[in-house]
């Protein structure tokens, strides 16, 4: 059998030769949503400051909060059918994962300023409390970008926790920006609003606190 442009199947028709590179790219917009998630993100930015900071305990209590249990938590609301994908456009549902997810923050923040850990990672904490609270209010009229608002603050944090060394993550800004709108989860002024809130709630917070 002669093999043709397409395989041996045959050439590929005109439909067949652009859904391929569009599904593609549809799987590369989902693979960067679930990579710059917000519990991988705060997986990221923990064990970053934990590195940092050399307090691991405090780094281990951090991570199962901010990042293990509401991903797990996530995970079975997928499972159990309450979800009916992992980042719902139901804003009811979103509510619920949003003030769930600030409740796991503010008891990790407790447990953290329990056990004495660092300024630095308390305030993360705290802005992470905060930036979740303030997603979850704007939410309610307002369809703003949680992935953008994770990028925004983890890249504030990382700035601040390791300087010049966190430059190479502000790639993951556009590449958040553009998996969301490829995938018609956001409008550009929702992925904008959620990025401008995440870094700018998260810079204050450290000017505030750490100066």
Request: with cysteine.
């Amino acid at each position: 059998m002669r093999r043709q442009q397409g395989g041996w199947l045959g050439p590929l028709n005109r439909g067949e030769q652009l859904a391929r590179p569009c599904f593609r790219l549809h799987l590369v917009a989902h693979f960067f949503s679930h990579l710059l998630n917000p519990a991988l993100l705060a997986l990221l930015v923990f064990g970053v400051q934990a590195h940092v900071l050399g307090d691991w305990l405090a780094g281990s209590v951090a991570i199962g909060t901010f990042s293990l249990f509401p991903g797990l938590l996530l995970w079975h609301f997928v499972r159990s059918g309450y979800l009916d994908k992992a980042y719902t456009d139901d804003r009811n549902k979103r509510a619920t994962l949003l003030l769930l997810g600030a409740l796991c923050y503010a008891l990790g923040s407790a447990a953290l300023y329990g056990i004495g850990a660092p300024p630095l990672m308390l305030v993360t904490a705290a802005s992470g409390v905060v930036n979740t609270l303030l997603v979850w209010w704007i939410n309610r009229f307002y369809k703003i970008s949680i992935h953008a608002a994770g990028v925004g603050g983890a890249t504030c944090v990382l700035l601040i926790s390791v300087g010049s060394a966190a430059w190479p993550f502000l790639i993951s800004c556009p590449a958040i920006a553009w998996a969301r709108l490829y995938l018609r989860a956001h409008t550009p002024m929702q992925v904008g609003a959620g990025g401008a809130l995440g870094a700018g709630s998260t810079a204050l917070l450290y000017s505030a606190f750490i100066g």
